[in-house]
């Protein structure tokens, strides 16, 4: 679908710990991580990482061939993200925005849990479309898509209410 293949180049951005940046590493041949906080950064240990925003990629013009947002996007300016994430994709590079569905897995989550997680949830997730999928109309890219895919658990629960 996004016409990926092992030697792309691609950008995790708002990479957070880098648990997407993990991934991305091992499909693709450059993976960048760009993460404005650095206790955050400090936390990837794969790939190129550096400091930057959505806001102000620190990358040249065309130099990647799709940028991946992990439950990040929420966060960013979401006019200046797409004007700055359409200078750095070569040209038809892909976006892919990625975000995790904490509210409906097998088993529940705790209630603890659930409250913790509510603010945020209600913040970007609540809301479908989000309410940035309306910048999308008046840029370069085309109308956003969405796919739902399945993941296991990776992360106990006991490590989960820690987090």
Do not use: K, N
């Amino acid at each position: 679908m996004l016409g990926l293949t092992s030697d792309s180049r691609v950008l995790d951005l708002g990479a957070g710990t880098g648990r997407l940046t993990r991934e991305l590493v091992r499909r693709f041949g450059t993976v960048t991580a760009v993460e404005p906080d650095g206790e955050m950064r400090a936390l990837i240990d794969v790939g190129t990482v550096l400091a930057g925003s959505a806001e102000a990629i620190p990358l040249e013009a065309a130099s990647v061939d799709c940028v991946f947002v992990g439950d990040a996007f929420h966060w960013f300016d979401v006019a200046r993200a797409i004007e700055e994430i359409a200078r750095v994709l070569v040209p038809r590079g892909a976006l892919a925005i990625v975000w995790t569905h904490w509210w409906e897995p097998e088993p529940p989550l705790p209630a603890e849990a659930v409250e913790l997680l509510s603010e945020p949830y209600d913040r970007s997730a609540a809301q479908r479309p989000a309410p940035w999928y309306e910048a999308f109309q008046s840029s370069p890219f085309e109308p956003p898509q969405q796919e739902g895919f399945l993941e296991e658990p990776t992360v106990a629960p006991d490590m989960l209410l820690a987090m």
